[in-house]
Every structure is written in structure tokens, then in C-alpha cells.
């Protein structure tokens, strides 16, 4: 007998019970076992465990239910490695408003999707090769996480305070492993670190007022791979450095810099900038709305136009046949998480529709001038508080191109910012295969550790570094999480 089986028999009437000193729900024919903390009286984790993707390791999923009727999906594997010993680590995907599937799926999961989305194939490159992994769908409506009267998130503080609670209700789920140190990584704008921020905070106010059987979340370091999280200084340096980039970058999308491409783009930098000052002092809609459409549409709209890929300057892209995105990838990984046997085998009902980025969603933080806000501000008390942090960027990303998340680490208040200031670039080469994979940048440790502030440039990788370097994102993220120098110089 199946334990599936066994945890049924004689239960087939009911909606709630117990079995083996364990809770079990079902609910329209799932079977989900359900995990609970004292201390969140209105949260549960409903997990199943599938045999998907990577059937070498123990593998959950299913939903935290959160309060106001919300519902996260996530999915975790375990370490390939040694699941007690490795860290944690908590993946999100950006947009805001794409799943975590993707990056799951196309990028760095144990499996990639294959076969136009019929099946999926063994990742060599794994990043759950060193770490136990669980990739969240965020904000709800998201992925497969949904809301019962389908409403949405639209900012990144609420966002990241509805995450809070998932790693402190996941220790019932998982334990032992839970006692390794997390990391998050992420590729959005600014929902990493408010999320990193709100787990800041949960912790000091434990230090504040102990808890009885609730502990402190050991947020070891932080990682954000092609991301717009623009720091608040005169200069608004990942805006401005769109026609550095264009026109002087590695793969420069004209040919003249100083032709009237290159001069038209440059002289819409200072009333972006105006804008974006405007909404910083402010913190208003009214004023970070505007900010975001003129400068979304005066410097990234011309690019859009020239029929390349912006988030890998060195393709092209053709909507009608790679999609929205411009990754035909996407369109087969809908495919395979809308398979019902899929569905059913990660504790999602079959009747809900997946699909890689909802674009209400993203138009929701829009619309509230989320993209605008000045996020990077949050990261300043965790980095002088002992959080590590990584900005690593493929530099054939236009729409975050890696010139601008360079700059921002300069200005990026913190007690290691006058050492990277006057820090250079030194080679990366990758451990296995000795390539000459990128630059690294950094700030502290003296050399001996990845440093408490830390900027590698990809050569060759677009947007999604993993899925274009596969070998050296693995690469950079075993050396990163295990706190050893990613160069030898």
C-alpha cells in the first residue's frame, strides 16, 4: 500500500484529519498534509510532495495561506549535495509579477523545461548542486499563488512583509535543514529588499521581546542578479547609464556615439532624473507614477523599437514568434505547469491556470509608482549589520544593463563604501573550467572571503545569467554562499 493510500483509508468522508501524530486536509481532492506555528494563528503551509523535475531529492510544495484570504505557491527541493549542512535559499523571481517557476524552469532549477514544454530535462548546473532551494511565487496571483476574491499586491513593502512569515512557519515543514543559513537571490526591482528588510526587522524585534519557540532567521546574505534598484543621489545613475550603455557598452546598439540616436537619449536623462528626485522626496503616486511612464518611454521606448532582445542586446526579437518576452521558453513552461497531472502531483488545482508573468499584476505596481521607489536605502542597515551582498549582472542586458547596477554600489551608503569606491576590477575565473567568466568588485573581508559588498560582471549572459552561463552562475553562487573569494588575486 501506497502512503498516499495508507494516509486515505477509511478517510475518504472527510476534509480533516489525523494520521501518524501528523495533520491532513484535502481539499477539491488534494491531499495536503498541513504544517503550523504557534505564534501565527492565522498561517498554515499546506505541502504536498511531488516526484518532479529532480526525483533524486525530497522535494515539497503547496501554499502558505496567509491572512486576508491570500495563498503563496512554492516548491522546494533539497540539496543534491548534503541537504543538513547546505544553506537555504529563497528565489524570486522580478517583473514584479513573474513566477518563480521561470527561473526555476529556464534558469537555475534542478530540471529545464524541454521538448516545446512536454517534458523537462536534468540541470547538471543546478544551483540546488550546493544549496537546498525554495522558489516562491510573489505577490499573489502570481505563478500558481492566487487570492479568494482575486485581489492583488500592488507594492513592494506589502509584498515583502506577506513573505515574512514563510520562512518562520517553514521550520515545521522542514526541519532540521532550516538551521542552515538562508540567502535570498532575486531579479526584480525593488521587492528583495524590502523582503530582506522585513526579515531585518521581524529579527530585531525578537531581540527586542524573545518569543517562545519562534526563532531569529539567520539571513546570511543577499543576491540580486540584473536588477533596478536605484539608490536616492542627485545623479539617478542606473537611469542615466541607458545611453552609456547603448552607445558605448560591449555590444552598442548604434553605431555613432555621438550620433543623434546617442544625443537624443542623453538629453531626456535630466527631466528623468527631475522626475525621479521628485518622487523620491515625495513618496507620492502622483509623482512616481509620472516618473516611471517618462522614463520607461523616453529612454528604454526607443530601444523597444529596434527589434532586439532588451534583455540580451546581442539577439533579436521577433513578438509574434519568441513572445511578450521575447523567450519562446516561456510559452513551454506555461505548457508544462498547466499539464493537470502536473498540477495535481504539486498540490495546485487543476483548474487554475499558470501563467509565467501576469502582466495586471506588473501594471498594478505600475500604477503605483513601485519601480520608482528608492529600495536600495533598505540595504544600507543590513549591510553594516553584518547581510552580504551580491549585485551580479550579465553584461548583454539592456533593460538592467550592468553599467548602472556597478554605479549604484559607489553611492550605496554602507561602512564598506569608501573602500569599493577605490576598489578595481579583477579577473573571475570559474574554479572547474578555469574560463575567464567576468569581473569581480569588492569591499570587504580582505581578500579572504566573497566580501560584504560584491560586484561581478558576466561576460557574455544576458538578463537571465544562469540559463547563458550556466557553468559560471554555478560557479558564482557556490563560492558566493559558501563565503570563499571569487577571484585569486
Known sequence: MTRRKAILKGKKNLEKWYHDGKEFIKQNELLYEVVSHPSFDDHQLRVTEPELCDTSVKQYSGYLDIADDKHLFFWFF?????????????????????????????????????????????????WTSSANMIFLDQPVNVGFSYADDGT????????????????????????????????????DRSQLPNIASAIWSGNKQLDLAPTPNLKKINLESVM?????????????????SVPDYVCEGPYPVYSDPEGP????????VPTCQRLMKSCYSSGSRL???????????QLMGPLMQTGLNPYDVRRKCDRSTDGDLCYKEMSYIDTWMNDPKVKVALGVDPTRTFTSCNM?????FLFQGDGAHNSAKLLTELVNGGVRLLIYAGNADMMCNYMGNERWLEVLESAFQREYVVAEPIPWITTNSGKFAGTVRSAGG????????????????GHMVPFDQPEAALDLFSRWISNMPLSLE
Request: net charge negative.
Open 287 to 297: 509623482a512616481c507614477v509620472p516618473a516611471l511612464l517618462y522614463c520607461n518611454s
Open 78 to 126: 533539497e540539496s543534491r549535495n548534503d541537504p543538513s549542512a547546505d544553506p537555504l535559499v529563497l528565489w524570486l523571481n522580478g517583473g514584479p509579477g513573474c513566477s518563480s517557476s521561470t527561473g526555476l524552469l529556464f534558469e537555475l532549477g534542478p530540471c529545464s523545461i524541454a521538448n516545446e514544454g512536454k517534458n523537462t530535462t536534468f540541470n547538471k548546473h543546478s
Open 152 to 187: 492583488t499586491v500592488n507594492t513592494s513593502p506589502v509584498a515583502g512583509k506577506g513573505c515574512l512569515r514563510f520562512p518562520r512557519t517553514l521550520p515545521g515543514a522542514l526541519p532540521g535543514i532550516f538551521q542552515a543559513a538562508p540567502h535570498n537571490s532575486h531579479t
Open 261 to 268: 540616436e546617442c544625443a537624443a537619449l542623453r538629453a531626456k
Open 446 to 461: 580582505g581578500g579572504f572571503t566573497a566580501g560584504n559588498i560584491t560586484f561581478v560582471t558576466v561576460f557574455e549572459a
Open 224 to 240: 540580486i542578479g540584473n536588477g533596478l534598484t536605484d539608490p536616492d543621489i542627485h545623479s539617478y545613475v542606473q537611469m542615466a
Open 360 to 364: 495586471e499584476v506588473n501594471q498594478a
